[in-house]
């Protein structure tokens, strides 16, 4: 599926809550706070990506920073997605990740 995933999926979804599983039982609520387009760079032997580099940033609650590590995001309109996201620190809203797909 993460094959699957683009910019545009994402685009429309900026603003949406995301419920991110900690585990089979327990559950955060993220918000997808942007969705940007990376520069495209030539690959090797100066084949172009297939596919358009992008990355997705997600802001969740102030009170404890989650790991970086892959994990299950549900959106209604997306479905389930395993993302991996990497904490890039607090803003005044909350704690902010990244997921890069390149």
Do not use: W
């Not at 429309?12 to 760079?41: T, Y």
């Not at 890039?88 to 809203?93: A, K, L, R, T, V």
């Amino acid at each position: 599926m993460l094959d699957q995933l683009t910019h545009a999926t994402f685009e429309p979804l900026v603003g949406k809550q995301f419920r991110l599983r900690l585990n089979d039982a327990k559950a955060i609520e993220v918000e997808l706070i942007a969705a940007a387009r990376l520069p495209v760079h030539p690959g090797r032997g100066s084949q172009l990506r297939k596919a358009e580099p992008f990355s997705l940033m997600f802001r969740g609650p102030k009170n404890f920073v989650l790991p970086q590590c892959i994990y299950s995001l549900e959106q209604e309109t997306l479905g389930t997605a395993a993302i991996f996201l990497v904490p890039i620190g607090p803003d005044e809203m909350g704690q902010c990740y990244e997921a890069i797909f390149n």
